[in-house]
Structure formats: C-alpha cells, structure tokens
T-cell receptor
Framework: NAGVTQTPKFQVLKTGQSMTLQCAQD?????MSWYRQDPGMGLRLIHY???????DQGEVPNGYNVSRSTTEDFPLRLLSAAPSQTSVYFC????????????FGEGSWLTVV | GENVEQHPSTLSVQEGDSAVIKCTYS??????FPWYKQELGKRPQLIID?????GEKKDQRIAVTLNKTAKHFSLHITETQPEDSAVYFC????????????FGKGTHLIIQP
C-alpha cells in the first residue's frame, strides 16, 4: 500500500495560471479531504468528499474546485492562481467507520508569484 | 462553525519534565479530538485521539484528557525527550473526523537539553 500519494511535491505558478494538485489513495477509503497550511496556522479544510460523486465545501473553499469521479482520486484545481494561494496543501483520507485514523499525504508546496 | 483555540503557541521545557498543551472548542456537537505532531517539512502524524464518550486516554508517555462540560481538552507529555520537539496541533470534529477537522493554530514544543 502506498497510502495517500500527492503530486507534485513542489510547484511554482504565475498569477492567473491554473493547475491541478493530484491526490490518490489505495486504501479504499470513502472519505477524502484537502487542507491548506499557512505559516503560524493550523491546517484549514478546503473541500471534502464522503464518496465518489459527492463533494462539499470546507472552511476556505474560494478559488478551488474539486471532483470525485472515483473512490481513489480526489484532485484539487486552482482555476486562476493568486499569491494568496501560496501555501502547503495536504490531502487526507479515512474510512467512514468511527475509530479510523485520518491519513495525510506528504504535502504539496505551492508558490504563486 | 467550529472554532478551536490552542495555548500556548510556544512551550519550552527541560528534558525530562512534563509538557501540557490546552485546547478549547466551541461546538458542543464535536465528538472527536485528535492530536497531531508535525516536524519541519513533514506531514502531520496522529499521536493520540479521544472521542466524546471517554474522559481520558493514555499511550505510554502521552495522555489526553477531555472535559465536555467546559469544552476543553489537553495533551500531556511526561518525561519529555529531545525527539518530542515539534509543532503539536489539536483538532476537533463533529463527524468523528471523517468529514473534516478544525485545527488549532499549533504549539511549538521545545525540549531544552
């Protein structure tokens, strides 16, 4: 099992460019989510999904889109990158059942110039 | 929505002493309270968690206590060691953790030799 895999690990974007952060898990977890982490802050929830075809907004969804066409994949799209989106992004997954650990990916470092 | 406050933001203790980090939450429906350790440049790692039907949980040198009435929970680390130096985050969730976590802003724990 690879766990939660994020790509790319590092990315530099110009303002206005678009890109997709990829997240894949091979643990057959129903729940997946995206967080961003800024200096001096805890992680903040961007979007989450409780299963294929179902997504919902978290605390800071503006500027980001998600989709969940398969159980394994949960990509995060930045349609028009802004410097305020410079951050570290973490994808996470867990089983629906209570008592299961939330697994985080290794993170994606994004800089928007 | 949920709001999680974490104190202190920095904690320096002598090696071998105990460390206590405290968090409060606002949503009385929250039922899952994990603690994460994050080393520089790494992903958050779950170190212990507690659910609302339990008042205390211990795992070797680490313990967590929960006071539902006061809406606060605490992390206790005894016999601190240099490898305990890291940033610690508390979090809370109303959905058992599966539909997203609300994080505190973190505590930088420094173990002085």
């Amino acid at each position: 099992n690879a766990g939660v895999t994020q790509t790319p690990k590092f990315q530099v974007l110009k303002t206005g460019q678009s890109m997709t952060l990829q997240c894949a898990q091979d643990m057959n977890h129903e729940y997946m989510s995206w967080y961003r982490q800024d200096p001096g802050m805890g992680l903040r929830l961007i979007h989450y999904s409780v299963g294929a075809g179902i997504t919902d907004q978290g605390e800071v969804p503006n500027g980001y889109n998600v989709s969940r066409s398969t159980t394994e994949d949960f990509p995060l799209r930045l349609l028009s990158a802004a410097p305020s989106q410079t951050s570290v992004y973490f994808c996470a997954s867990t089983l629906r059942a209570r008592g299961n650990t939330i697994y985080f990916g290794e993170g994606s470092w994004l800089t928007v110039v | 929505g949920e709001n999680v406050e974490q104190h202190p933001s920095t904690l320096s203790v002598q090696e071998g002493d105990s460390a206590v980090i405290k968090c409060t939450y606002s949503d009385s429906a929250s039922n899952y309270f994990p603690w994460y350790k994050q080393e520089l440049g790494k992903r958050p790692q779950l170190i212990i968690d507690i659910r609302s039907n339990v008042g205390e949980k211990k795992d070797q040198r680490i313990a967590v206590t929960l006071n539902k009435t006061a809406k606060h929970f605490s992390l206790h680390i005894t016999e601190t060691q240099p490898e305990d130096s890291a940033v610690y985050f508390c979090a809370a969730s109303t959905g058992g953790g599966a539909d997203g976590l609300t994080f505190g802003k973190g505590t930088h724990l420094i173990i002085q030799p």
